[in-house]
């Protein structure tokens, strides 16, 4: 079983994920795992800006010809399956609800919650005012929706690309996590 999160800035993702991951024996990929094994590999170099959550380039992506642009669709599926493979796992972010689409045992989480939650929560965690929390939440969702639409072609955080959608301001995270079990439990 393969479970993916992606969330918005502030929630509880890695939590959540480390936590899921140690209750079903699997191991997580967060984004230092991920870039760490793509080094240890030899193959951080050839995707970069995927590991590093950047657009290639802006202008490319704008004028890209079609063969282009499968090639960078391809690079989510490519660059995690060199990685991380087939095996069962926690995936945090990287596209990974897409790179695994159409996988028989994948259950596609995506996390939100109440903004002020999430300011509060950035805000005790990095020890920063309100409006650098502010900042860097906005800026990261913007980041991320313009990351995942130029991998993908997919709207970052929209319903139907996920299999469960939670406000993990109203569940917690131990809500959250028995929610993900209950629906990996309906899934086998």
């Given at each position: 079983m393969i479970v993916t999160i992606a969330r918005e800035c502030g929630c509880f993702g890695n939590e959540i994920g480390t936590l899921l991951a140690q209750e079903l024996g699997v191991p997580l990929y967060d984004k230092e795992?991920?870039?760490s094994l793509a080094r240890e590999k030899g193959i951080y170099e050839k995707y970069t800006n995927f590991f590093e959550e950047k657009q290639e380039n802006l202008l490319f992506s704008a004028i890209a010809e079609e063969e282009q642009l499968d090639e960078v669709r391809r690079t989510p599926r490519c660059a995690l399956h060199e990685v991380v493979g087939d095996n069962s796992c926690v995936i945090i972010g990287r596209c990974g609800n897409y790179a695994y689409a159409g996988e028989k045992e994948l259950l596609r989480v995506f996390?939100?919650?109440n903004k002020e939650d999430r300011i509060a929560r950035l805000m005790e965690k990095h020890q920063v005012p309100r409006r650098e929390a502010v900042i860097t939440i906005d800026k990261t969702e913007n980041r991320r929706r313009a990351y995942h639409k130029f991998y993908t072609g997919q709207e970052w955080?929209?319903?139907g690309n996920y299999d469960l959608c939670i406000n993990d301001s109203?569940?917690?995270v131990e809500g959250t996590i028995e929610m993900i079990m209950c629906e990996l439990q309906y899934k086998r």
């Open positions: 795992k991920i870039t996390l939100c919650g955080g929209y319903a109203n569940m917690g």
